[in-house]
């Protein structure tokens, strides 16, 4: 079970993700995510996942990319226009093809993921 903690930061919402994943707990934070950019009117989003324990298999990346898409396509009309999310995340969760990245941006998110903390911060632009 994965659970989440948003944070206001200036410029940017800092989200941190901690437990054991599971697809259906990555969706249910995922969702949460979103909902606490619109309440916070956030447009850049750093989602914390370092401390998430477990993998996920080819097909669970490409589902989750997937989800996000969908999810975000759900809520976009109250999400700001230029809203991106930032993935941090570690080995063994973090895939260095970055693939739930690839399916996500293919799908219209504007999503980056690494496993290096500054990257994503000056991507954010924040």
Excluded at 14 to 28: D, H, I, L, N, R
Excluded at 48 to 70: K, Y
């Amino acid at each position: 079970m994965l659970r989440i903690d948003a944070e206001p930061r200036p410029r940017y919402l800092y989200v941190a993700v901690t437990g054991e994943f599971t697809p259906e707990s990555a969706e249910a934070a995922y969702r949460a995510l979103l909902q606490a950019a619109v309440q916070q009117r956030s447009a850049r989003v750093l989602m914390d996942c370092s401390r998430v324990q477990g993998t996920m298999g080819a097909a669970e990346r490409l589902a989750f990319g997937s989800f996000m898409a969908d999810e975000q396509a759900r809520v976009q009309p109250q999400l700001p226009p230029d809203f991106r999310i930032a993935i941090y995340a570690l080995a063994p969760l973090m895939d260095p093809s970055h693939y739930v990245q690839v399916v996500s941006n293919n799908r219209g998110v504007r999503s980056k993921s690494s496993d290096t903390l500054q990257e994503l911060l000056s991507w954010l632009g924040v």
